[in-house]
T-cell receptor, first 113, second 115 residues
């Protein structure tokens, strides 16, 4: 079946690195995404990775993909209070002739001084 | 360029009533997807429309329906509301013909409370 799992909470100290983990089920997923949701707002795309890549780096963000274990992670270096938000992992899965996105439940990141 | 606009932002209904939510996508975007967000279930896919046609549907009962107009604006309707329908309903638009091979642009959502 289609399922994306994430831990629900993560608390880190300002300046430390945050690592948010995600597992997915569809081995044929071609795209995997990380979205960020700040309080009272919709989701905003942070980054995405193609399934033929192992790693993608974008400034303070590093995405690691382990296709064998169907494991995706998002590392935020030098975490700031402005990074406090809910982070959603999503896989693109093929259904009914088109791709649809399956989201995880979201990881709430709390950054404390 | 204006973003995705959802109306109303907040609404309160009672059980048994029906509700209609509206979404205006980014200008030029023809794909509109709807998601239900609840604390327990995360984001659940409702349906996706492209050029007035429903192309994909999630696992929701028939009380949940939607449509898309020729100007790409979309509405979703929930009939015979239940307490469990209380959620944030998010709309997302895409400029791609296949919306899930690129970025989805989300609105701020319509928060529905059913009493």
């Amino acid at each position: 079946g289609e399922d994306v799992e994430q831990s629900l909470f993560l608390s880190v100290r300002e300046g430390d690195s945050s690592v948010i983990n995600c597992t997915y089920t569809d081995s044929s997923s071609t795209y995997l995404y990380w979205y960020k949701q700040e309080p009272g707002a919709g989701l905003q795309l942070l980054t995405y990775i193609f399934s033929n890549m192992d790693m993608k780096q974008d400034q303070r963000l590093t995405v690691l993909l382990n296709k064998k274990d169907k494991h995706l992670s998002l590392r935020i270096a030098d975490t700031q209070t402005g990074d406090s938000a809910i982070y959603f992992c999503a896989e693109s899965t093929f259904s009914g002739g088109y791709n649809k996105l399956i989201f995880g439940a979201g990881t709430r990141l709390a950054v404390h001084p | 360029k204006a973003g995705v606009t959802q109306t109303p932002r907040y609404l309160i209904k009672t059980r048994g009533q029906q509700v209609t939510l509206s979404c205006s996508p980014i200008s030029g975007h023809r794909s509109v997807s709807w998601y239900q967000q609840t604390p327990g279930q995360g984001l659940q896919f409702l349906f996706e429309y492209f050029s007035e046609t429903q192309r994909n549907k999630g696992n929701f009962p028939g009380r949940f329906s939607g449509r898309q107009f020729s100007n790409s604006r979309s509405e979703m309707n929930v009939s015979t509301l239940e307490l469990g329908d209380s959620a944030l309903y998010l709309c997302a638009s895409s400029g791609r013909q296949n919306p899930n091979t690129g970025e989805l642009f989300f609105g701020e959502g319509s928060r529905l409370t059913v009493l």
